[in-house]
């Protein structure tokens, strides 16, 4: 595979057959599994756990539903959310004030709206026209007992989070969250804070990628910008394996003078030195040093930020344990020429939005150079053009990858 040029498609899916998912899992507090990888969650309730009113009204038995005309029931009781009736089995010819919520009292099963009757006393008059069985809610109608809630390799969400505590549970076993490790590579990069030097910039790659990371629920382990330096890039590579189940450098993996990437890790590991057919982002460097996996992403920040959402997202979604699915495409008119040249698979920044018909419109951020990192700033999703694909033309129609989602 060494030097061959890789479609994208083809690099992820080699990618993602080499992950091993993580296996060990912890219990965690609910408040605290908020985007933890679930393992299978069954319901020991049924959820409502008894059948209740869905209206503020009266409960009475379907059987003394008048057919026509109207029949005189007489009041019994009331029953309250949190509060139930507590007298014997409601009587045929009687019913009971019922509020949102509360327990259907034994013998009744229909619950008539209070708007829907007229009171006199403690006579409550009901007309016809009612269904039986209406205004409640079953037990067990929103989860049955034994039933699956949760499958595993879900990533929870806040409504998980709410179905979790509908069914009382407390704690949560979750997958562990893999390790990473992470650095940065250039003797130009400062941090901010510091003061450039001629021909400095600022090492912005790091802090986008720890970002990036920070949103995937994963144990990161920032190991800093390492300098253009053999022994360096060498003792970083090592550090990084040994506490990390996937190490992530930027940087260096050309063949400039300086890109000793490559040099370590013919020496420390099994790794693959691929052209991907593909802009921004073209080299990417992937395989094992150690037991981790490592992805050598490009310097440039583009390219950096791109090759982590098409490849090492997908990467560390697997590992964590996540059921991935392939990335969401919408279809959208292009307001604008996008040049393109065929062969490589472009991933262009653009600008989404829906027109006041509904259909999805999207125009670029504008110059789409590697380096321009405002584009990924200005941009909610990526234009997705494919390899064969020519220059676009205003009015045709592209494929977006929503930001929102993938981030
Ligand atoms: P390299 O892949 O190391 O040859 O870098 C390619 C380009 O990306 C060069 O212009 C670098 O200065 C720039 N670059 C590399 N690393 C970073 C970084 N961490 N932050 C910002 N720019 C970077
Ligand atoms: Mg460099």
């Known amino acids: 595979m060494k030097h061959s040029l890789l479609s994208v498609d083809d690099a992820r899916l080699h990618i993602l057959s080499a992950i091993t998912p993580l296996t060990q899992q912890e219990t965690l507090p609910l408040a605290n599994v908020l985007g933890r990888v679930a393992v299978e969650v069954c319901s020991a309730l049924d959820v409502p756990p008894s059948a209740n009113s869905a209206m503020d009204g009266y409960a009475l038995s379907a059987a003394d539903l008048p057919a026509s005309e109207t029949s005189d029931l007489v009041l019994a009781g009331i029953a309250y959310a949190g509060k139930p009736y507590t007298g014997n089995s409601v009587l045929p010819g009687q019913c009971i004030r019922i509020m949102t919520g509360a327990v259907l009292p034994a013998g009744t099963d229909t619950v008539i709206m209070q708007e829907q009757v007229e009171c006199h006393g403690d006579m409550v008059q009901v007309g016809a026209g009612h269904v039986p069985g209406q205004n409640v809610r079953l037990a067990g109608e929103d989860i049955a007992r034994g039933q699956t809630v949760m499958q595993a390799g879900r990533r929870i969400t806040p409504a998980d989070i709410g179905l979790l505590a509908s069914l009382g549970i407390s704690h949560v076993t979750v997958l562990r969250r893999p390790r990473v490790a992470f650095f940065s590579t250039g003797d130009e990069l400062r941090a901010p804070g510091e003061v450039l030097g001629q021909g400095d910039i600022y090492d912005s790659n790091r802090p986008a990628l720890r970002a990036?990371?920070?949103?995937?629920?994963?144990?990161?382990?920032?190991?800093?910008?390492?300098?253009?330096?053999?022994?360096?890039?060498?003792?970083?590579?090592?550090?990084?394996?040994?506490?990390?189940?996937?190490?992530?450098?930027?940087?260096?993996?050309?063949?400039?003078?300086?890109?000793?990437?490559?040099?370590?890790?013919?020496?420390?590991?099994?790794?693959?030195?691929?052209?991907?057919?593909?802009?921004?982002?073209?080299?990417?460097?992937?395989?094992?040093?150690?037991?981790?996996?490592?992805?050598?992403?490009?310097?440039?920040?583009?390219?950096?930020?791109?090759?982590?959402?098409?490849?090492?997202?997908?990467?560390?979604?697997?590992?964590?344990?996540?059921v991935v699915t392939t990335p969401l495409l919408l279809k959208a008119i292009c307001t604008e020429t996008l040049k393109k040249g065929p062969g490589r698979t472009d991933f262009q920044r653009g600008i989404v939005d829906t027109r006041e018909d509904g259909q999805l419109r999207v125009r670029s951020t504008g110059e789409q150079g590697s380096g321009i990192l405002t584009s990924m700033s200005k941009a909610n999703c990526y234009i997705v053009l494919p390899a064969d694909r020519g220059t676009v033309q205003a009015g045709e129609q592209v494929d977006v990858q929503p930001f929102a989602g993938l981030i």
């Open 212 to 322: 990036m990371l920070q949103r995937l629920e994963v144990e990161v382990h920032d190991l800093g910008t390492v300098r253009d330096q053999r022994s360096l890039v060498k003792n970083a590579l090592l550090e990084a394996a040994g506490r990390a189940d996937v190490v992530i450098s930027t940087g260096g993996a050309s063949v400039g003078d300086t890109d000793f990437i490559k040099d370590c890790l013919e020496e420390l590991g099994q790794v693959d030195f691929w052209k991907i057919a593909m802009k921004p982002g073209k080299p990417l460097a992937f395989g094992r040093v150690g037991a981790a996996l490592f992805f050598g992403l490009p310097g440039n920040p583009v390219s950096a930020m791109t090759t982590f959402y098409q490849f090492v997202q997908p990467a560390l979604r697997r590992i964590a344990g996540e």
